[in-house]
């Protein structure tokens, strides 16, 4: 098999879809492996490790995708990426097609076969390689939010924990998974005052083995919420429906009730946003108030910690890439009911039931 990875454009992501490590596996099982030249550079990667794992470096991202019939990348491709798709192709990659028709479309056009990282499944129904990117994206949740309460930032000049005789800021998370937890350990971890909200019951005691006496467990009505969401100096929203887009479980009027200067950061964004007043920022520009509220809402936010992410990543892509080389597409899913669950996009039509249902067309 011919497998590429392009260097990603999304701004200020510097993620790869291959490691060198990874590469040298594939090549070592005979396949051939196109890196776009600098594509891991930032995260130190650079052209000649891959060389030695036995890459070949290409020029241009039209080289990769000429070059190779399987494409892994990190994020969603872009326009510009989109149509260099052809029905050759198996995309490999985070997608997040519900709150995006446009992308949807434009994937159906390109005829090629589009299998997102996170809808591909375990035998527990859980979402794999959604894992490390949540347990990045909740652990930079708070390292952020943290942040934008700091004078410098545009916040009141809260520290997170306090200090002796003062109150430890008080945070709220919504959404008690994998990225939730990992934001609440941290939260903990610096002291703050914190709360997690979720709609199972089997996950708040789960929880409650997990963080013990350090957190407020409640179930997530939408009272519970705004009571908790206007006491807090952060929230942060961290609601996932596999595949589908993020139920809206904080209003407009729930954010206008907080204390100014308060912070939001939307985990969820991916998928839409859990806060009503959501809308995708970058890197470049993560920023925005509503009613005296600080909104962060960057869409590839693990590319903070693109070097971590990607080894994170890696653990857990790589098996199912070597599935796909090894087989092809169709016979790696027909074999992998679990990979087979991460096709979103085949044959000009939509295929996940979550995403049609989300956009309400399927071709």
């Known amino acids: 098999m011919k497998i590429g990875s392009p260097k990603e454009i999304k701004n200020q992501e510097f993620r790869v879809g291959l490691t060198p ?3 040298q596996e594939l090549v070592g099982k005979g396949h051939e492996v196109f890196i776009e030249t600098n594509a891991g550079l930032k995260i130190g990667y650079d052209d000649a490790q891959y060389v030695d794992a036995g890459a070949k470096i290409v020029a241009t991202p039209d080289d990769v995708f000429e070059a190779a019939d399987l494409i892994v990348k990190v994020k969603e491709p872009q326009p510009v990426e989109i149509a260099k798709l052809q029905p050759k192709h198996t995309l490999f990659t985070y997608l997040h097609l519900a709150p995006d028709p446009e992308q949807s479309r ?23 390689l959604l894992v490390p ?131 939001v950061v939307d985990i969820a964004i991916d998928q839409g946003g859990c806060f009503e007043t959501s809308k995708p920022t970058s890197h470049a520009e993560p920023t ?55 096709l979103n996009v085949q044959g000009g039509k939509l295929t996940h039931p979550e995403v049609i249902k989300s956009l309400g067309f399927s071709e």
């Open 133 to 263: 990117m949540s347990e990045v994206a909740g652990r930079l949740a708070t390292q952020v939010g943290a942040q934008l309460l700091q004078i410098n930032y545009g916040g009141p000049g809260v520290l997170l924990g306090g200090v002796t005789g003062t109150p430890s800021a008080k945070v709220t998370v919504i959404g008690g998974g994998i990225s939730g937890t990992n934001a609440a350990l941290m939260a903990i971890g610096l002291g703050a005052d914190v709360t997690v909200l979720d709609r199972s019951t089997d996950r708040l005691r789960e929880l409650h083995t997990i963080l013990g006496a350090h957190a407020k467990l409640l179930y997530s009505t939408q009272a519970a919420v705004s009571e908790a969401v206007a006491e807090s100096d952060l929230v942060i929203g961290a609601v996932l429906v596999p595949g589908a887009a993020a139920p809206r479980v904080v209003s407009k009027a729930d954010i206008a009730a907080m204390k100014p200067g308060s912070a």
């Open 106 to 128: 434009g994937l159906m056009k390109s005829g090629a076969t589009c299998i997102a990282y996170e809808t591909v499944t375990d035998r527990a129904g859980r979402l794999p």
């Open 21 to 23: 490590a990874g590469v």
């Open 288 to 342: 925005f108030i509503v009613d005296g509220v600080t909104h962060y809402c960057v869409t590839n936010m693990p590319a903070l910690a693109a070097r971590t992410a990607t080894q994170a990543l890696s653990n857990v892509t790589l098996p199912f890439v070597h599935q796909l080389a090894d087989l092809g597409a169709d016979a790696a899913m027909a074999a992998n009911p679990h990979l087979a669950a991460g």
